[in-house]
Structure formats: structure tokens, C-alpha cells
Nanobody, 123 residues
């Protein structure tokens, strides 16, 4: 019912900024809560943040609060992750995900996942 494709990942120097995009194909995009996750090599999938369908409310993990910002443009079926002041420990594959409710995204039990986009931060 929903397909997600992330893009925007690349190699960036520490202290730099990057914006990732996640484009959804399918109907009723605005009815889905959307979230961002990342997985570093050898580590578990980590929740970063999520937004409700309208985009009017967002929730962030403490680890990225103040540096990362989630927004969405429902007219474009797109959710964004703006990352500022990137650090070496931010290196990971970044994924977007969708679920019918915000709680499912926050607890990492989402219904749909993208393929991921690689972000590498150099010192």
C-alpha cells in the first residue's frame, strides 16, 4: 500500500549539514505517521524521530534533539530529515518508515520501510 525511497545520503565532514528525503508512493500519505531510523555497522536499529500525518507534531530521540529536524510535505508525499552539526558517530544507514499511528513508529514496529541511504561523516 505504500512504498518508500530514501535519498540524499553522502560523505560529509564533521560539523556539516545534510538533508535526507523520503518519497512515498501510494495513496493517503497524510494518514501515515512517518519516522526516521538509522543503523550503524554492527549496531541495532536506532529510532531518531517521527511525525504525525499532518506534520504538526514531532517527537525526537534525546540523542539527536536539537540537531535533527523532521518535516513533511504531504503535497509531495515526502518527509525530510534535516541533520546539522554532524558527528562521526552519525555515520550509519538511514531509513524512513511509515505506520498508521505514531506509537508504532516510536516503538519500531512500523508497517513500511525504505531501502536506506548511507550517511558517512569524516573527522
Amino acid at each position: 500500500q505504500l512504498q518508500l525511497v530514501e535519498s540524499g545520503g553522502r560523505l560529509v565532514q564533521a560539523g556539516g549539514s545534510l538533508r535526507l528525503s523520503c518519497v512515498a508512493s501510494g495513496r493517503a500519505f497524510s494518514s501515515y505517521a512517518m519516522g526516521w531510523f538509522r543503523q550503524a555497522p554492527g549496531k541495532d536499529n536506532e529510532f531518531l524521530g517521527a511525525t504525525i500525518g499532518s506534520g504538526s507534531s514531532t517527537y525526537y530521540a534525546d540523542s539527536v534533539k536539537g540537531r535533527f529536524t523532521i518535516s513533511r510535505d504531504n503535497a509531495k508525499n515526502t518527509v525530510y530529515l534535516q541533520m546539522n552539526n554532524l558527528k562521526r558517530e552519525d555515520t550509519a544507514v538511514y531509513y524512513c518508515a511509515a505506520a498508521r499511528n505514531l506509537h508504532s513508529v516510536v516503538v519500531n514496529t512500523t508497517d513500511y520501510w525504505g531501502q536506506g541511504t548511507q550517511v558517512s561523516v569524516s573527522s
